[in-house]
């Protein structure tokens, strides 16, 4: 139970994540290791675009909506609370320059896939929410 606690507390360390949505998180996700790479929750998640091709059409849709519904929930409003409210980090002034480029609701989106992709990336390292710079890998 310990470990699972220092998990969240860790998770809480980004702004516009609390409780809830670390809990979510962790619920939903419960085991990091499934996961080969931090960039495949994002998809697991189902806040990635849909893609229907055939011959030369190729179609971008939606997001795909796969997973968890209360975790896309939530992962979306921490992203909104980030964006709205949240201290200025790197993250909040990427998610603002997706905004200006394809619109708030869409970086709304991009932030929240971003967003679980970073909090995996700190659960398996064990570490903390670095506000400074943005990761180099």
Not at 78 to 103: D, E, I, Y
Not at 114 to 133: N, P
Request: hydrophobic letters at 40%; proline letters at 4%; charged letters at 20%.
């Amino acid at each position: 139970m310990a470990q699972d606690d220092s998990v969240c507390v860790r998770l809480m360390t980004m702004p516009g994540v609390g409780a809830v949505v670390a809990l979510t998180y962790r619920s939903a996700i419960d085991d990091p290791t499934r996961f080969t790479s931090s960039k495949n929750v994002g998809p697991w998640v189902g806040l990635t675009p849909s893609r229907n091709q055939s011959g030369e059409r190729d179609v971008l849709g939606g997001i795909t909506k796969a997973g968890d519904v209360s975790l896309r929930r939530a992962l979306c409003q921490a992203a909104t609370v980030m964006m709205n409210r949240g201290r200025g980090t790197w993250l909040r002034s990427w998610g603002a320059q997706v905004a200006k480029r394809r619109g708030r609701k869409k970086a709304m989106v991009a932030l929240a896939r971003r967003i679980s992709v970073i909090l995996h990336r700190m659960w398996v390292d064990g570490t903390a929410f670095q506000m400074e710079a943005a990761p180099t890998t």
